[in-house]
């Protein structure tokens, strides 16, 4: 198909020092390690924002991972997300340096309320004039759920169905209680507020119960944030399809990944919404430079620092699997999991819980992650990369990218200064930002969600 449409593009990050790459802190031109100064941050934000991305989406996590080898020895040791600090309050910062650039934030409902969650995005919504986004996450690591108490976490589908009862009470929130006129700021008459245009929220779910007036934020510019979605399961898409409007998934080759994107778009359609009402992403790592020979001696040098132990101390946690269990070369079977991990796709879901391929064993596994990753890399000149990256979307319907970082800032000002303007020759890239908030940006129309959206229906003022 004609590629029509222009690719959107975030900048994959993580407030941390080892997120998807694993190992490349220790390269002598990657700055990771600053990630708890503020400069660093705004220094990202204005580069970001000299390449026209459209968002930096901020991944997060508030566990550890801690089950390759029963604990955190290869975790600490290489960084794998760990220390990680709370993406939320480095956003200010890029905004405040930053006129366009949008802010996708990862934050997880199943252990936050949705009354105090609701003040924290309205609150940033205000402070970034309505560049904020969500993304909706609802766990998947063990020993997150015991951080907060728990044994172990909440079923995977019941997760999901607690968070249909969270995005219920949080569109009554930041949707339902004050109307777009309550806020008068009238001095001579001494009313800042109408009170008979704040409406008394009362939500009486199966997990979460609210009777009061929300009386801790007038409405910001886009009241409900951008909603992101990272969810791959069945019952994932299915909550994508009511609530989300953007969703980052992915796919082990290019049938398959269609195959995602054109699910989700059509739980979008079963949920009274149109195919387009959600913006698909998917990740994306480049290698880049003027030459193919030198963008592979780029990828060459990166491999001297990667860590594949962390990449695969990264991968198992999610899946709830030791393979320190198995020697370095026996056969990882199906029927060896399952006696040691009785129930395991059942309690971890089977996105999470995907099979291993036929024949791994923990040798071939960690050749695999030569590059501190499973995530292959697309490498060569600009011109080969923008071909690939046209193919995807061509063959895909995807929307855009989450660009992930390598070598930090390298490779997002690689990406910048050669690979932006090829895409900008083709017409596949914006040339400049367009004006608003993040949601009038990715979808041309208003600021606020759109009234065939779930969150529709607790408007009842209107």
Request: charged share 25%; aromatic share 10%.
């Amino acid at each position: 198909m004609e590629l029509t449409k222009q690719i959107r593009l975030n900048a994959f990050n993580m407030n941390c020092v080892g997120h998807i790459h694993h190992g490349m802190w220790k390269h002598p031109r990657d700055n990771s390690v600053d990630y708890t100064k503020p400069e660093y941050w705004i220094e990202l934000a204005q580069l970001l924002e000299r390449g026209l991305f459209d968002a930096v989406f901020l991944a997060d996590i508030i566990g550890v991972y801690d089950v390759l080898g029963d604990g955190i020895r290869v975790t600490a040791k290489e960084a794998v997300q760990l220390p990680v600090n709370d993406p939320s309050y480095v956003v200010p910062l890029m905004a405040h340096a930053t006129k366009h650039l949008s802010f996708g934030i990862t934050a997880n409902l199943t252990y936050e309320h949705p009354y105090l969650f609701a003040r924290r995005f309205a609150t940033l919504d205000h402070l970034t004039n309505g560049r904020v986004g969500w993304n909706i996450v609802t766990g998947y690591l063990d020993s997150a759920a015991r951080g907060v108490g728990l044994k172990q976490q909440i079923d995977h589908d019941d997760r999901y169905d607690r968070g249909d009862d969270f995005m219920d009470a949080f569109y009554k929130l930041l949707e339902g209680s004050w109307e777009d006129d309550a806020v008068r700021k009238d001095r001579e008459g001494a009313v800042y507020a109408d009170p008979a245009k704040i409406h008394r929220v009362n939500h009486d779910g199966p997990f979460y119960k609210i009777d009061n007036v929300y009386n801790l934020t007038e409405p910001s510019p886009q009241r409900t944030p951008v909603l992101f979605q990272a969810g791959a399961s069945q019952r994932g898409n299915r909550f994508a399809g009511r609530h989300a409007e953007c969703v980052f998934t992915g796919g082990p080759d290019r049938a398959a990944l269609a195959k995602v994107v054109s699910s989700i778009r059509g739980q979008a359609v079963e949920a009274g919404r149109n195919r387009d009402d959600i913006k698909v992403f998917s990740g994306l790592t480049v290698i880049t430079d003027r030459s193919e020979a030198v963008a592979r001696d780029k990828l060459e040098e990166y491999k001297r620092y990667a860590s594949a132990e962390g990449s695969l101390a990264h991968q198992v946690s999610g899946m709830g699997v030791d393979l320190e269990l198995f020697g370095l070369d026996e056969e990882i079977t199906e029927a060896k999991l399952e006696g040691l991990y009785p129930n395991r796709l059942q309690r971890v879901g089977e996105a999470r819980g995907r099979r291993f391929p036929e024949g791994s064993t923990r040798r071939k596994l960690l050749e695999q992650r030569a590059f501190g990753a499973y995530q292959s890399a697309i490498v060569g000149t600009p011109s080969q990369v923008a071909d690939e990256i046209q193919k995807l979307v061509e063959e895909t319907d995807l929307d855009g990218f989450n660009v992930t970082r390598t070598v930090a800032p390298e490779s997002y000002r690689d990406f910048i200064d050669l690979i932006i303007p090829e895409l900008q020759e083709r017409g596949l890239y914006k040339t400049a930002y367009e004006e608003g908030t993040l949601r009038e940006k990715l979808f041309g129309a208003g600021a606020r969600l759109p009234s065939n959206h779930h969150a529709d229906r607790y408007r009842t003022w209107k």
